[in-house]
């Protein structure tokens, strides 16, 4: 607190009675920060308050006149990582850029470090909780000075330990959100409860109390802003006519919102740590899980080829039929909810015979009894690599062939087209869609009979082929690929 106490003020700002500094680097016994401009670079100190942010630049001798960033003002701003690096090449994850309306081009200010990106994180995470502290007390219309002081004082204290704790703990500094409230409410489940019940405590608040905010800050000999004498006076004798059970009442259900929002952020925390487990299996591995859990899709997927290839007569017969009642009689709402029941059926049959007890984990065997050769990694990953190729190429080429219809480049092609839509359309507004489907189940049941197969097996190949000899057909528009960007007129 003593060293904020001493830090010397931006030059050229008159810092307000209720701002009061909370990190400065950039000087001559802290580490470098850089601002860039374009193409250029700019050393400087970088300070921050619990209102703004300001940057000066070196000069020759002294600093230059400070750069103020409003943090307090209720606009469209934000505040993003981002890298730099020569050229504009993203080398160097180190940076912080500051967007506002007000600015035509967004501040950039690189932490440079050696190894980590320690110094930037930390930066990020006090001027978003500036930010958060503004946009809570602008969102819950906190109005009076002593309510907004001490949310103000609270986010001090808690920049104050952080700073306290990264002192203690340079080797492996604890992350910034579990000291900073609003980071902190920002990233759990359930955490605009408590900050909802946090706005209604503030209204019960009086700065007279010795574990408050604000008596905390004034044991610690900072000092209080002028506004507030008159409104503390005041305050204090109406919080004498509140009554005690109501404010036991808000501590209450605010020490609810907590412990709910810590429970949940417990859960969740767990299941991220899983979700990184898998993440950091590999993409291979990961590939195999991903085989594994799709082996219950597999056998529907299975079971639904059988019944279109007749393997089983009767189940096809009874399948089709049941889907064309449902379509005429319309039930298709009651058939999803029928489908609804019968997943919860099996959910509660699953915790009936305690299968979560008895499959605690689903294993994946990777092992095989042939270990491949560098060679063969190197040749399945070559003709991975072709295949992608091939069927971006074949997606460019479907592209280029559909604009080459859409805007007649191909005439004949186009009129077909046209005509065949309009033939659509006229069916769509003329036949009941129902019976539409009913038409496509039926087509389907008899073409994918053996007997219709064995019927019209020529007739069935002669259309395929020339639907694809129409399709090779039709002209892709050209394309040209340029490397710079067209000049575009104002």
Known sequence: MRHLQKQAKPKGIELADDEFILHVEGTATSQRVVRHIGGSSWPGRLTLTNCALYFEASGVINYEDALKIDLSRKIDHSVKPVATGPWGAPLFDKAIIYKSPDLQEGVLLEFPEITSSTRRDHWLALIKEILLMHNFLSDFKVECPIQAWEMHARTILSIIRLHAAREMLRIAPPSPTEFLIFSLYEELPKGDYVLEQLAQSLKRVNSGQPCSASSILRKLNLPEPNVLSLEAKIESEVSETIAVGKDDDNKTSLETAINQARKEGRGVAKARAVMEGLKEEGIGENATILTELLKPLRSVFLWFREILSWERPATTLLVFAAIILIVYKEWIGKALSA????????????????????????????????????????????????????????????????????????????????????????????????????????????????????????????????????????????????????????
């Open 339 to 490: 489908g609804l029941l019968l997943v919860v059926a099996n959910m509660i049959r699953a915790r009936q015979e305690r299968l979560k007890d008895k499959q605690k984990e689903i294993v994946v065997c990777t092992g095989s009894d042939h270990t491949p050769s560098t060679r063969e990694n190197i040749v399945s990953a070559q003709y991975g690599f072709l295949t992608v190729r091939e069927i971006i190429k074949e997606a460019n080429v479907t592209i280029l062939k559909l604009h080459s219809v859409l805007v007649s480049r191909a005439h004949k092609h186009a009129n077909t087209v046209m005509l065949a839509m309009i033939g659509l359309a006229i069916m769509f507004a003329v036949i009941p869609f129902k019976y539409l489907i009913i038409a496509v189940v039926f087509h389907s049941m008899i073409t994918t009979s053996p007997l219709a197969k064995h019927m019209v097996n020529n007739q069935g190949g002669d259309r395929d082929r020339r639907l694809k000899e129409w399709w090779e057909s039709i002209p892709p528009t050209p394309i040209r690929v340029i490397n710079e960007a067209p000049v575009s007129p104002k």
